[in-house]
T-cell receptor, first 114, second 111 residues
Framework: KAGVTQTPRYLIKTRGQQVTLSCSPI?????VSWYQQTPGQGLQFLFE???????NKGNFPGRFSGRQFSNSRSEMNVSTLELGDSALYLC?????????????FGSGTQLSVL | GQQVMQIPQYQHVQEGEDFTTYCNSS?????IQWYKQRPGGHPVFLIQ?????EVKKQKRLTFQYKEAKKNSSLHITATQTTDVGTYFC???????????FGKGTSLLVTP
């Protein structure tokens, strides 16, 4: 099976712009979670989607949004970018939202905001 | 809300020395998972602990889930340079589905 695929791998944007990141989960996985990783802050949960519905949301401003398509692929959008949004954005999939299921992470999208 | 904390934040050891990282949750966890992220890589699942008092081993790695199910530890015996990376613990929140991750312990091993 192919792993979790995230595109693009790197992205450079300027303040005020918006960005869309894409994630294709492992085939058969219906849950997709998004995390923001910055040095010293670890992995901060953004949101999780299951069957095209947002099931859980982290403590991030409304500029961060996402969606999931019927094929389980997910996109994350950040509008009005700020310098502090520079981070590695990781997507993870699992078959369902059962809390005892492990997460399979993609390689991430490294976003730099100038 | 639930918080998952890890100590230490960084650890620098000589190859061959032992290493331990500790994970503490503000609430009881139904299970705890451990992940490893190599430099420049992404987190990779290592193990899941479910039962109170559980101890699991993977070669030189020993994982323990303490009796109160709020604390866990990862111990590496005789570290090798291949152990370099950041080790994260994660547990499910009281409500919702997503895993809450600790900030991780970054391990550096010098030969």
């Amino acid at each position: 099976k192919a792993g979790v695929t995230q595109t693009p791998r790197y992205l450079i944007k300027t303040r005020g712009q918006q960005v869309t990141l894409s994630c294709s989960p492992i085939s058969g996985h219906r849950s997709v979670s998004w995390y923001q990783q910055t040095p010293g802050q670890g992995l901060q949960f953004l949101f999780e989607y299951f069957s095209e519905t947002q099931r859980n949301k982290g403590n991030f401003p409304g500029r961060f949004s996402g969606r999931q398509f019927s094929n389980s692929r997910s996109e994350m959008n950040v509008s009005t970018l700020e310098l502090g949004d520079s981070a590695l954005y990781l997507c993870a999939s699992r078959p369902t939202t059962a809390t005892n299921e492990k997460l399979f992470f993609g390689s991430g999208t490294q976003l730099s905001v100038l | 809300g639930q918080q998952v904390m890890q100590i230490p934040q960084y650890q620098h050891v000589q190859e061959g020395e032992d290493f331990t990282t500790y994970c503490n949750s503000s609430t009881t966890l139904s299970n705890i998972q451990w992940y490893k992220q190599r430099p420049g890589g992404h987190p990779v699942f290592l193990i899941q602990l479910v039962k109170s008092g559980e101890v699991k081993k993977q070669k030189r790695l020993t994982f323990q889930y303490k009796e109160a199910k709020k604390n866990s530890s990862l111990h590496i015996t005789a570290t090798q340079t291949t152990d370099v990376g950041t080790y994260f613990c994660a547990g499910p929140p009281n409500s919702g589905y997503a895993l809450n991750f600790g900030k991780g312990t970054s391990l550096l091993v010098t030969p």
